[in-house]
Structures are given as C-alpha cells and as structure tokens.
C-alpha cells in the first residue's frame, strides 16, 4: 500500500498520509497568511493553488508560547506565517459522511491544533471525518483595535466553517451534516458560535465541553487595549500595533496579565468570593471574545444558542480544584467557611459537604468554587434557556487521578488512552468502558443529531453522569441554586 495519497479539491491537488483505517491531511490552508497587511484584518479566504499541496505533515500554528510551563494535553508548536490551516482525517475521501469540526483550548491565547490528542483516527473508525482548526490567539485575535475587524479569533473560525462548506466533499464529508465542537476555549468558542449570527447555516450541531465564555465590559476591552499601547510605546490603532512583534505583543500581554492580578484586590475573602461568582474564570486572560455587536452578540446563558441547533454541553467534576495551592494564604486567614456562608447563604452547608474530600483543604473550597462559576454554573443557565433547541447535559466524574479535573474527558472523548500525557489526566490504566460510553455518545451526537440519553428537561434536570459505571441522574442541582444567586 503506498504511503501517501492525492485527493484533488477545490482549491487543488493535496498530499496526505495514508495510515491503516484513515487518511491524514496536515496544513491545509483556509485563509491567507495573517500577516503584513492582513495581520490584523479579517481571514481572507484562500485561493487555490498550482501543483501539489504537501499535506504530509503540521503546519505552522498561532501559538507560539504554551500556556504553561506544564500543560494536560501535548500542545505543540509549528514556526511560520502560514498559520490559519485546518487538519482533516478521514476514512475515505470518496464517501458522504458527518463531520466533526474540533477548536482547541488554551485560554484563548495557547493550545495547538496539532495536538496527538486531537487525531481523529477513532472517529473515523467509527465512519466520522475529523477536522481541527487553527485561529489567531491573544492580542492577534481577540485585541480590540479601533480601526480593526473586532473578535477577529472567532472570525477564523467562522472562516474555516465557510472552508468546510466549500471543500469537505473533496475529503469525504458531508458540508449538510457539520458539527462543530471543543474544550476549555474552544467549548467556549462553540458557545459564541452558536449565539453569532455570521456563523448562522455553517454547522448543523454542537459540542461545548468545559466551555468557558465571559466577555468583559466594552470599558473593560478598551482599556486593555489601551494599556497594552502604553506598555509598547505605540499608538492604539492598527498602525502603531503593526509596528510591534509577536514577541513584544506577547511580553506586553504577560506585563498586563500581572497587573490585571494585582489591581483591585478584594477587601476581604467573601469579596474575593463574590468577584468569582460575578467574573468567572476568564478574569485573569486579558484578551477573550467579546461582545460586539458584531461577530458576538451576547455572551449569557440565556442568549446563547438561540438557533435551534442540538447542543451537548457538560463540564468535569472538579476543573479547577488542582489549583488549591493558589489560595492556601487565603485558606490561612481562617474566614473561607465564614465567607461561604456570607456568600453562598443556604446553600454553603451542601457546597462544603459536597466538596470536603477534595485534596487541599479549606484551600480546595475556593478552586471548587472558581469551578463551579468558571464553568459549571453556566451550564444549567445555557440548558434552561434553550426552550424548542434540543440539549443534551452530561458531568464527568470519573477521578482516576484523584480528581475529575480540566481536560480530563478528552483521551475518552477521543478514545486515545494510550497517548502521551494520558494518565496524568486520567490516572493508571483508564478504563476502556469509559471510553465507549463517552466515544459512543460523541459519534452518536455528531451521527444522529442527539446524544443517547433523554434530553434537558428544566423539570426533571437529569443528564448523564460520566463514571465507572455510567448512569443517567440528577445533574447540576447545586449549581443551578448557586447560578440563581
């Protein structure tokens, strides 16, 4: 069997990899390169090409800084301009199948396309073609520039959409039956999708997992924009921006992180708790989609995903709660539990209880608790607000490594246990079980249109508790209290 195959598409003749059950393409083009000219601008779609695209291998990525000095998932970065590309991994470029269209996490400023995570072998075992795309992250892509397209990371995105309606046919995909999905971020880009009205036609159903989506006020984004120019010494507008480097910008985006940290601290732990339960998780990223009348209308619960279009949206047990460490000095002022109950009132009583065996104490109460309002509480809101759209809820619980933490249903959404940095998330020998239930119900949900389990009923509030084994129950009540507050 020859290594590599030859598909002829639209915009020309690509080169991938022929592996056994699928097809990989790597680095595929769906708009210009954002650069010179175009680097703040609106994605211009791609035009085709003479000769043959080699598609055998990654191309460059957005990122060009890893979240973090250790992240969950292998995220890698590729040098180059060429940057808004599109991964497609399908079992048979002659056929008509559905379509899953994956955005990555990372806190709207990292995370990789390219991710060994993000191949999509088992969904095209499973007769799904598998497509990741890449969009400008930070500043470059969610930075508000006067005279510059606003959102301009969800305007990527939109983008590579409008590509896989012109295009998926030449990979064996089916452009009228597209869904769209992701984590962290990326659920979080879903959500805004789902709300945008320049998105509207180009996917048919969606997957938000750990979606986070908080937009600041427009005061908010201007400011940060405004400071970011102070920091580099340049004008806030297009041209004073183009003047700098992505290292620069990056170096500036890091100073203003730090500031934004330390202004304002509260005045006392139940201040701190309330700033939580007001801001979410995105307070500390300074540039995140946001509303402008535009690209994104609206960033609440209860306006997004308005459309119509089946959503499955869920979260994980304990997202954040490894971050205990981070509030052990407020842990140590002794007031946590006081200023639960001064926050949380009734509810505090079921909050410390449902979370005492977390690992880290009084310390663990607060990570919980910027789990539950980073992620969690949206998600009963989004549920209960959706009427006629079809929704499917499901919570993660399954803590193989001690907790059920961010990013830990990926390998069995993927159904990849056996990758690099798998265990750390999902802790020894992942069970297999997990992986079909979840795996199954993904391939269902993009298949069919419905996940199989009943769907979101604002009376009955029932969902599927992902866990050895996996059971349909009550989910998110104390988070649906906690979000009414």
Same mark, same amino acid.
């Given at each position: ?323 205990? *460490? ?18 949380? /009132? ?55 490594? /001690? ?7 990926? *390998? ?18 992942? *069970? ?54």
């Amino acid at each position: 069997m020859a290594d590599h195959v030859v598909v002829t598409t639209p915009q020309g003749e690509v080169k991938g990899v022929r592996r056994p059950g699928s097809l990989a393409f790597y680095g595929i083009p769906f708009a210009e390169p954002p650069v010179g000219e175009d680097r703040f601008g609106a994605p211009v779609p791609r035009g085709p090409w003479q000769g043959v695209l080699d598609a055998t291998k990654p191309g460059a990525t957005p990122q060009r800084r890893p979240f973090g000095a250790v992240t969950a998932i292998p995220e890698p970065s590729f040098p180059g301009d060429d940057t808004l590309l599109v991964n497609v991994f399908t079992p048979d470029v002659s056929g008509s199948l559905p379509v899953f269209v994956w955005i990555h996490g990372g806190g709207y400023k990292a995370g990789s396309p390219s991710s060994p995570w993000y191949d999509g072998a088992a969904f095209n075992r499973d007769g799904i073609v598998t497509v990741s795309v890449s969009y400008r992250l930070g500043f470059d892509g969610f930075g508000s520039i006067p005279d510059a397209p606003t959102n301009r990371g969800l305007r990527d995105q939109i983008e590579a959409l409008r590509w896989v309606q012109r295009t998926i046919a030449a990979y064996g995909g089916d452009p009228a039956r597209v869904t769209i999905g992701g984590q962290s971020a990326g659920g979080g880009s879903v959500l805004a999708l789902l709300s945008s009205p320049l998105a509207r036609g180009l996917f048919h159903g969606a997957i938000s997992e750990s979606g986070a989506l908080r937009s600041p006020s427009a005061e908010e984004v201007r400011w940060r924009a405004d400071r970011l120019a102070d920091l580099t010494g340049v004008s806030r507008d297009r041209e004073g921006f183009a003047t700098l480097t992505e290292d620069e910008i990056l170096d500036a985006t890091e100073a203003l992180a730090v500031e934004m940290q330390q202004a304002a601290p509260p005045a006392s732990v139940a201040d701190a708790m309330r700033g939580m339960l007001l801001g979410g998780g995105l307070g500390g990223l300074p540039f995140v989609p946001h509303v402008d009348g535009d690209v994104l209308l609206s960033t609440d619960g209860p306006h997004v995903g308005v459309a119509g279009v089946p959503l499955l949206i869920g979260a994980t047990a304990h997202e954040f709660a490894m971050a205990a *460490p981070m509030f052990e000095s407020m842990a140590a002022t002794g007031q946590v539990r006081p200023a639960l109950h001064e926050v949380l /009132g009734d509810d505090a009583a079921d909050y410390i209880a449902a979370n005492a065996a977390l690992p880290g104490g009084d310390a663990a109460l607060v990570a919980q608790l910027m789990t539950l309002t980073s992620f969690r509480t949206f998600i009963p809101q989004t549920a209960d607000a959706r009427h006629d759209s079809p929704t499917w809820v499901y919570d993660f619980r399954f803590a193989g490594a /001690g907790l059920a933490a961010h990013c830990a249903e990926l *390998p069995f959404v993927w159904d990849n246990l056996t990758a690099d940095l798998v265990t750390a998330s999902t802790g020894p020998n992942p *069970p297999q079980a997990l992986a079909d239930a979840m795996h199954g119900a993904w391939v269902r949900m993009i298949g069919t249109g419905g996940a199989p389990w009943a769907p979101w009923d604002p009376a009955r509030r029932t969902g599927m508790v992902f866990d050895v084994p996996s059971v349909e129950g009550e989910v998110f009540a104390l988070e649906s209290r906690i979000a009414r507050r």
